[in-house]
Nanobody, 124 residues
Framework: QLQLVESGGGLVQPGGSLRLSCTASGGTLDYYAVGWFRQAPGKEREEVSCVSFTPSRTNYADSVKGRFTISRNNANNTVYLQMNNLKPEDTGVYYC?????????????????WGQGTQVTFSS
């Protein structure tokens, strides 16, 4: 059974950078679309970015365009989210998720496999 593990979250200052990783085990990410979502306290889970399997098409939330970059390395079953110029409103728990499809998928409810999440927190 496919399982996902996120890593790379942490404490960051405004303007800083982090790179999140989503690594699959128990199977491969071949033929899966993968998305990154985040959830801030008291808010609904929202899309950050997603990527299809191949050819890799990507989608970004307007709030992160130009700052975040999603990429995938199918050889090592990992999807990355490079986050630059971080802002306090980027705080939250970041989840990766996978959907068995060749198409891109942008809505959380489309995804069946989820990781446990990694926290991104801002320091003053």
């Amino acid at each position: 059974q496919l399982q996902l593990v996120e890593s790379g979250g942490g404490l960051v200052q405004p303007g800083g950078s982090l790179r999140l990783s989503c690594t699959a085990s128990g199977g491969t990410l071949d033929y899966y679309a993968v998305g990154w979502f985040r959830q801030a306290p008291g808010k609904e889970r929202e899309e950050v970015s997603c990527v299809s399997f191949t050819p890799s098409r990507t989608n970004y939330a307007d709030s992160v365009k130009g700052r975040f970059t999603i990429s995938r390395n199918n050889a090592n079953n990992t999807v990355y989210l490079q986050m630059n110029n971080l802002k306090p409103e980027d705080t939250g728990v970041y989840y990766c998720a996978a959907k068995d499809t060749l198409l891109i998928a942008t809505r959380p409810r489309e995804y069946a496999v989820w990781g446990q999440g990694t926290q991104v927190t801002f320091s003053s």
